[in-house]
């Protein structure tokens, strides 16, 4: 922002350099950049995944069928709770037990499966969530966790963006300071010589 406002202090400045002016313009240019363009590329990134997600999520619904099963026992090789990652907080985790129940054609299936049932004891009716041949499968994926997954990903792009506006920013304001020290020690080289010397001035 120093270096923005600079654009304005120094426009009638007799002292300013012409360089002073071009770092202000790049600034002022970054600037504009992160505040307009960043937030417009996390939205645009954020809306695309949001469409993406929700199209996931329609299609795991239409390809897996709620139905209910009957508790044997908890299964013995998996954790008793574990986090379900693609749905929201009201089904934050699932037990996995050994259980039997019907497929969508009528015929009984046997195994282990998921369910965010609490009650999961023995003889317990329990649901869970199967493929259109009875298989289980994950629950599927809430619309709501679809669209925080892609609010996440719009404002990492937004980050991103910024992020990378500004190291763009710094390298060329690096450059910029390098070629002045670089017209200094040139200047300085020609006039060094004289320096002091009776009638230069000194």
């Known amino acids: ?17 012409a360089t002073d002016r071009r770092e202000a313009w790049v600034a002022l240019v970054a600037l504009l950049l992160m505040v307009l363009a ?19 999520v329609r299609a795991q619904r ?23 990652p693609e749905t929201s907080s009201e089904h934050a985790s699932q037990t996995s037990v050994v259980a ?15 369910t965010a049932s609490r009650r999961t004891g023995p003889g317990a009716r329990v649901e869970i969530w199967t493929d259109s041949e009875g298989r289980p499968v994950p629950r599927p994926m809430d619309a709501a966790t679809a669209r925080a997954h892609a ?35 040139r200047d300085w080289a020609e006039a060094g010589p004289d320096w002091g010397r009776t009638g230069t001035g000194s």
């Open 1 to 17: 922002m120093r270096a923005v406002t600079g654009v304005w202090r120094w426009r009638h400045n007799p002292l300013r350099r």
């Open 38 to 56: 960043a937030p417009s590329l996390g939205w645009v990134c954020g809306a695309q995944t949001d469409e993406a997600l929700q199209k996931s």
């Open 62 to 84: 239409a390809g897996r069928h709620a139905t209910t099963a009957v508790v044997e026992r908890l299964s013995p090789r998996a954790p008793r709770r574990i986090a379900d």
């Open 100 to 114: 039997h129940w019907k497929a969508p054609d009528g015929t009984k299936r046997r195994g282990t499966a998921l």
């Open 151 to 185: 609010v996440l990903a719009g404002i990492g792009v937004m980050l991103l963006a910024a992020g990378l506006v500004e190291c763009i920013r710094l390298l060329i304001v690096r450059h910029m300071v390098k070629g002045r020290y670089s017209r200094i020690d």
